[in-house]
């Protein structure tokens, strides 16, 4: 479970830029919005070195139903080559 919400969460860090363009916000209201400069939040984005508190302020301001829905299809996607069983499988495994 543990390596999982680790997984979602470099899949979520992963694709901040592109939740930002979905998101419909600009990248100067977001830096200030979090306490950074334009030229420092988009050199933070670029390399990757958001802190934790930083990307959570920036969901927290970007949160709406599209970005909700690209981080599930990122995720769906991530999960893509997991082994899966069937409905049959599942009912059985768990006594239904």
Do not use: C, H
């Given at each position: 479970?543990?390596?999982?919400?680790?997984?979602?969460?470099?899949?979520?860090?992963?694709?901040?830029?592109?939740?930002?363009?979905?998101?419909?916000?600009?990248n100067?209201?977001?830096?200030?919005?979090?306490?950074?400069?334009?030229?420092?939040?988009?050199?933070?984005?670029?390399?990757?070195?958001?802190?934790?508190?930083?990307?959570?302020?920036?969901?927290?301001?970007?949160?709406?139903e599209?970005?909700?829905?690209?981080?599930?299809?990122?995720?769906?996607?991530?999960?893509?080559?997991?082994?899966?069983?069937?409905?049959?499988?599942?009912?059985?495994?768990?006594?239904?």
């Amino acid at each position: 479970m543990a390596t999982e919400i680790v997984r979602n969460y470099k899949t979520l860090v992963d694709s901040l830029p592109e939740l930002i363009n979905v998101s419909g916000y600009r990248n100067d209201y977001i830096a200030q919005k979090i306490g950074l400069s334009p030229a420092n939040f988009a050199t933070k984005k670029k390399r990757g070195t958001l802190s934790l508190n930083e990307i959570e302020g920036i969901l927290n301001i970007i949160e709406n139903e599209d970005v909700e829905n690209y981080i599930m299809l990122e995720i769906m996607r991530s999960r893509k080559d997991e082994p899966t069983i069937s409905l049959e499988q599942l009912e059985k495994e768990m006594g239904w």
